[in-house]
T-cell receptor, first 115, second 113 residues
Framework: QQQVKQSPQSLIVQKGGIPIINCAYENTAFDYFPWYQQFPGKGPALLIAIRPDVSEKKEGRFTISFNKSAKQFSLHIMDSQPGDSATYFCAASIEYGGATNKLIFGTGTLLAVQP | EAQVTQNPRYLITVTGKKLTVTCSQNMNHEYMSWYRQDPGLGLRQIYYSMNVEVTDKGDVPEGYKVSRKEKRNFPLILESPSPNQTSLYFC????????????FGPGTRLTVL
């Protein structure tokens, strides 16, 4: 129940394409869903996050779509650029009374955007 | 510059030789955590700390120890490393609370022969 399942494992798109990465969860107590971006040789960095009270959130070219009934959320990258090539992790967490800050990560998607 | 630092960045060692990976943050964060990253498995939490002197096990704590004697430092200790601990390790810190954002260090690539 604590798992977050992420797909695909890898993805190749052409510049300007719209890669979509999907995640699914089981635990309905999750209430915070961030996406992290990781470039080679670097640590992951928060890209965008959503809470279950909204169905979509946009920040620049990055959009999270959230489907509470299906327990799924996805990342869309509009007008993708070679500089977006990275590994993307979805995650989920539960805020307990004092907040344990525990993030459950998906297994990651390696995205390559070809020029 | 606000950051999480880890040392060393790369380490090759032999089975059974005790080692420590240091982690330090300068953002006055309450929360700190260690993760290991393995291909196909994503990021798995080893240990975390909600505050000074408070630590708890994550999902894969076997073979690891931590301590939190100061707010800024959270070292990871491998008392007797084994080859299955060969991995990429990340330290992270966060302000705690509802937002749950975590800031990651640059990683430590550990190879145990």
């Amino acid at each position: 129940q604590q798992q977050v399942k992420q797909s695909p494992q890898s993805l190749i798109v052409q510049k300007g394409g719209i890669p979509i990465i999907n995640c699914a969860y089981e635990n309905t107590a999750f209430d915070y869903f961030p996406w992290y971006q990781q470039f080679p040789g670097k640590g992951p960095a928060l890209l965008i996050a959503i809470r279950p009270d909204v169905s979509e959130k946009k920040e620049g070219r990055f959009t999270i779509s959230f489907n509470k009934s299906a327990k799924q959320f996805s990342l869309h990258i509009m007008d993708s650029q070679p500089g977006d090539s990275a590994t993307y992790f979805c995650a989920a967490s539960i805020e307990y009374g004092g907040a344990t800050n525990k993030l459950i990560f998906g297994t990651g998607t390696l995205l390559a955007v070809q020029p | 510059e606000a950051q999480v630092t880890q040392n060393p960045r790369y380490l090759i060692t032999v089975t059974g030789k005790k080692l420590t990976v240091t982690c330090s943050q300068n953002m006055n964060h309450e929360y700190m955590s260690w993760y290991r990253q393995d291909p196909g498995l994503g990021l798995r939490q080893i240990y975390y700390s909600m505050n000074v002197e408070v630590t708890d096990k994550g999902d894969v704590p076997e073979g690891y120890k931590v301590s939190r004697k100061e707010k800024r430092n959270f070292p990871l200790i491998l008392e007797s490393p084994s080859p299955n601990q060969t991995s990429l390790y990340f330290c992270a810190s966060g302000p705690g609370g509802a937002r749950n954002e975590q800031f990651f260090g640059p990683g430590t690539r550990l190879t145990v022969l």
